[in-house]
C-alpha cells in the first residue's frame, strides 16, 4: 500500500489541490495551513500525524489509515470517515468543523470532540465508548444504533439521542441537555 515513507516532516501552506500528495506512510509529520479540498487522499497512512488550520473538506479518504492522528482547527466538511482504513484507527478533534461528515459504523472508543461543529454528521452505528464530547453542537447528528456508553455529553447541545435505539448506560450528561433524550418522547419539560 505504500511506497515512500516520510518521517517527521513539516508541510506548511501547500495547497494539494494543485501538487499531488504523494502516496505512502506519513510518520510523526504536521500539516499546517494545507488544503486538501476535494483531494483524492486514498490509501495513504498516516501515522502520529497532526493537521493544524487545514481545509479536507469533501476530501475522499477510501482505504486511508489515521493512527494517532489530531485534527487542530481544521475544516472538514463532508468527509466520508467510514471509508477509511479501521485498523487501529485512532484520532482526535480540536475546534473542527465536521458538519455532514459520516463515522458510519466505525468503532473509534475513547475519541475527543473538542469545540466542534457535528451538524448533521452521521453516527450510525458508530462505537464510541469512553468518547468525550466537550463543547459541541450536534444540531441534525444522525444517532442510530450508536454505542454512546460511558461517553461524555455534559458540555454539548443541540443533540437528538433516543435512548430506546442507542447505547447509553454509564454515559454522562447535563441537566441543561437532558432534553436532548427525551425528545421522541414529545413531552413537554418547563
Known amino acids: 500500500m505504500t511506497d515512500t515513507y516520510f518521517d517527521s516532516e513539516e508541510y506548511t501552506k501547500i495547497d494539494f489541490t494543485k501538487r499531488k500528495i504523494e502516496k505512502g506512510e506519513y510518520d510523526n509529520c504536521t500539516f499546517t495551513d494545507c488544503n486538501f479540498e476535494n483531494v483524492h ?3 495513504i497512512q498516516f501515522v502520529e500525524c ?5 481545509n479536507f473538506s469533501n476530501a475522499i479518504v477510501n482505504n486511508t489509515a489515521f493512527k494517532e492522528v489530531d485534527f487542530i482547527n481544521c475544516k472538514m466538511i463532508g468527509v466520508k470517515f467510514n471509508e477509511c482504513d479501521s485498523f487501529l484507527l485512532q484520532f482526535n478533534f480540536k475546534e473542527c468543523q465536521l458538519s455532514f461528515s459520516s463515522f458510519y459504523q466505525l468503532k473509534i472508543p475513547k475519541t475527543k470532540f473538542s469545540n466542534c461543529n457535528l451538524q448533521e454528521v452521521d453516527f450510525t452505528e ?3 465508548i469512553n468518547a468525550i464530547f466537550d463543547n ?3 444540531k441534525g447528528a444522525i444517532f442510530g444504533e450508536s454505542n ?4 461524555d455529553f455534559r458540555t454539548s447541545f443541540n443533540f437528538n439521542i433516543n435512548p430506546e435505539k442507542n447505547r ?3 454515559g454522562k450528561y447535563s441537566k441543561e441537555n437532558i432534553l436532548g433524550l427525551l425528545t421522541e418522547y414529545k413531552i413537554i419539560v418547563e
Open 41 to 43: 487522499a486514498s490509501n
Open 50 to 54: 497532526e493537521f493544524i488550520d487545514c
Open 126 to 128: 458508530t462505537i464510541l
Open 136 to 138: 459541541c453542537d450536534f
Open 148 to 151: 454512546l456508553e460511558k461517553s
Open 168 to 170: 447509553l448506560k454509564g
